[in-house]
């Protein structure tokens, strides 16, 4: 089962907030955040792990409701290189499972 | 930074033909995957690896398909016979414990 992300799409202007959302209906053991530009690989963005351990890059922040198996990712003041469609990941018990990926959120920055 | 690398960043080929999709993961990684992306869809689980064996395969990863790492660096992904429907991005990543790094790449088109 993939996981569903929320919204679609987004269309920010630049120096706005977003928040994208990712549910699951399995139990998760670790949340999985990407960006991908068109035509280019996935870039690693942030992991989240059951117990609250996080790893990631300095302005991403996100967070992990173990209880309600959902993740939210957190852009704040939006530059336009964050453009790009983000993916949430979730993986089961051990953390280098394979990925199911969700099917994505495009975010589109204006200036 | 080390980065995952793959080779061709480009494939043409005939159906029924036999392709070799080449990665080289970040060195001190010790899991392997190989993951596609059909244009404009997400990202969907291939193969893992680890140990010298596949530890886990999607239903895509049939007979036609096989994985080695036939030295201690590089990690292909060989498709024995393509159809038409194979055509896609095929990424290969790489990671530690929890986190996986994608590599850029290899865009294959079966004609």
């Known amino acids: 089962q993939q996981p569903v992300q929320s919204p679609q799409a987004v269309i920010l202007r630049e120096g706005e907030d977003a928040v994208i959302n990712c549910s699951s209906s399995k139990a998760l053991y670790s949340v999985h955040w990407y960006r991908q530009k068109h035509g280019e690989a996935p870039v690693f963005l942030m992991i989240?792990?059951?117990?609250?351990e996080q790893k990631g890059h300095e302005k991403i922040s996100a967070s992990f409701n173990e209880k309600k198996q959902q993740s939210s990712l957190y852009l704040t003041a939006s530059q336009l290189s964050y453009s790009g469609t983000y993916f949430c990941?979730?993986?089961?018990?051990?953390?280098?499972?394979?990925?199911?990926f969700g099917t994505g959120t495009r975010l589109t920055i204006i200036p | 930074e080390p980065e995952v690398t793959q080779t061709p960043s480009h494939q043409v080929t005939q159906m029924g033909q036999e392709v070799i999709l080449r990665c080289v993961p970040i060195?001190?990684?010790?899991?392997f995957y190989w993951y596609r992306q059909i244009l404009g869809q997400k990202v969907e689980f291939l193969v893992s690896?680890?140990?010298?064996?596949?530890?886990?395969k999607s239903e895509i990863f049939d007979d036609q398909f096989s994985v080695e790492r036939p030295d201690g660096s590089n990690f292909t992904l060989k498709i024995r016979s393509t159809k038409l429907e194979d055509s896609a991005m095929y990424f290969c990543?790489?990671?530690?414990?929890?986190?996986?790094?994608f590599g850029p790449g290899t865009r294959l088109t079966v004609t």
């Open positions: 690896f680890y140990n010298n064996e596949i530890s886990e």
């Open positions: 989240l792990l059951k117990g609250g």
């Open positions: 060195s001190n990684h010790l899991y």
């Open positions: 990543a790489s990671g530690g414990r929890y986190e996986q790094y």
């Open positions: 990941g979730t993986a089961g018990n051990f953390g280098n499972e394979k990925l199911t």
